[in-house]
C-alpha cells in the first residue's frame, strides 16, 4: 500500500579524517657564541584524526643550520616527535642576528617554525667613561660630573650595565 510508504532521501557528506600537526613551541632562538654550536628542539604534535603520513623537514639553505634528527617521520594521532636543529657558528661570522624559518610538512599538512639566533662574542673588555658636560669642561680644572648614571645597554635590549660616577673625580670603568 503506497499510503503507508515513506520516502526520505538523505544527503551524506562524509569528510575524511585528516591529520593536523601543530609546532611547539612555534619559534627558537637564543645566543650562539662565534666557534661554538648549540642544539634547539621543537615538538612536532598530530592533533588530527589521522596520521600525518611522511612530514619532511625542509631547511633553509644557510651553512649555519643543520639538522640533529631526522629528515623525514611519521606522527601518529595524538603523538608527537622532538626535531633537532644544530646552529654552528664559524669563528670567522659576524656578529649579529640570523633569522627565518624552516617548515615541517607533506602533501597534505604544514607547519612553519621561526628562528632568531644572536651571534655574539666572549670577548670581554673594560670600558672607561669619562662623565662630562659644558659646565664642568669650562670650569677651573674641568672636574667631572658627580653623581652621574652611565648605562649601556646592548642591542637587543636584554643586557643592561649601569654605574653611578662617586665624585667629581671618578670615571666609570665598566668590564663586560
Request: glycine letters at 6%; hydrophobic letters at 40%.
Amino acid at each position: 500500500n503506497e499510503a503507508d510508504s515513506v520516502y526520505v532521501q538523505i544527503v551524506l557528506r562524509i569528510k575524511p579524517l585528516e591529520p593536523k600537526i601543530i609546532a611547539s613551541p612555534q619559534s627558537f632562538g637564543g645566543s650562539v657564541i662565534r666557534g661554538s654550536q648549540k642544539v634547539f628542539s621543537f615538538q612536532v604534535q598530530n592533533i588530527g584524526a589521522a596520521m600525518s603520513g611522511t612530514l619532511s623537514v625542509l631547511m633553509p639553505s644557510t651553512s649555519f643550520l643543520s639538522l640533529a634528527s631526522p629528515e623525514s617521520f611519521n606522527v601518529q594521532v595524538g603523538d608527537s616527535t622532538t626535531v633537532s636543529v644544530v646552529v654552528t657558528v664559524p669563528e670567522t661570522a659576524n656578529l649579529g642576528k640570523i633569522s627565518g624559518s624552516l617548515v615541517v610538512s607533506n602533501e597534505l599538512v604544514g607547519v612553519g617554525v621561526s628562528y632568531s639566533i644572536d651571534i655574539v662574542s666572549n670577548i670581554t673588555s673594560v670600558l672607561k667613561v669619562f662623565v662630562e658636560n659644558e659646565f664642568t669642561y669650562f670650569k677651573k680644572g674641568a672636574p667631572l660630573v658627580e653623581d652621574a648614571m652611565v648605562t649601556i645597554e646592548s642591542t637587543d635590549r636584554r643586557t643592561k650595565r649601569r654605574q653611578v660616577t662617586a665624585s667629581e673625580n671618578a670615571t666609570v670603568l665598566i668590564f663586560h
